[in-house]
Nanobody, 120 residues
Framework: QVQLVESGGGLVQAGGSLRLSCAAS????????MGWYRQAPGKQRELVAV???????NYTDSVKGRFTLSRDNAKNTVYLQMNSLKPEDTAVYYC??????????????WGKGTLVTVSS
């Protein structure tokens, strides 16, 4: 079994910063992709930032230059540093990982989500 545990959400004023963490644990053989999605009230879930299988990073246009995705491979953890936050960044942020388990099954895992609220 594999778990994704997120942390770091909270309430911040516009212009402030937050750092989200997502740690994957369990029967992990390979992590193909890992990153963050978000879902604002009344909107569809969207990609925020992700490490691709090749190791490159993709960001949605609205966060480029403000958010930075990083990782600690030894800890199977990714971090999302969010700077210059705007009220429109308010959403539940979900960690997602495409993982090959030790039994060689490839599964798409989601975390439970962490709420980020940016006040104006």
């Amino acid at each position: 079994q594999v778990q994704l545990v997120e942390s770091g959400g909270g309430l911040v004023q516009a212009g402030g910063s937050l750092r989200l963490s997502c740690a994957a644990s369990g029967s992990i053989f390979i992590i193909n992709t890992m990153g963050w999605y978000r879902q604002a009230p009344g909107k569809q879930r969207e990609l925020v930032a992700v490490f691709t299988k090749s190791g490159s990073t993709n960001y949605t246009d609205s966060v480029k230059g403000r958010f930075t995705l990083s990782r600690d491979n030894a800890k199977n953890t990714v971090y999302l540093q969010m700077n210059s936050l705007k009220p429109e960044d308010t959403a539940v942020y979900y960690c997602r990982a495409d993982i090959i388990r030790r039994d060689y099954y490839a599964i798409d895992y989601w975390g439970k989500g962490t709420l980020v609220t940016v006040s104006s």
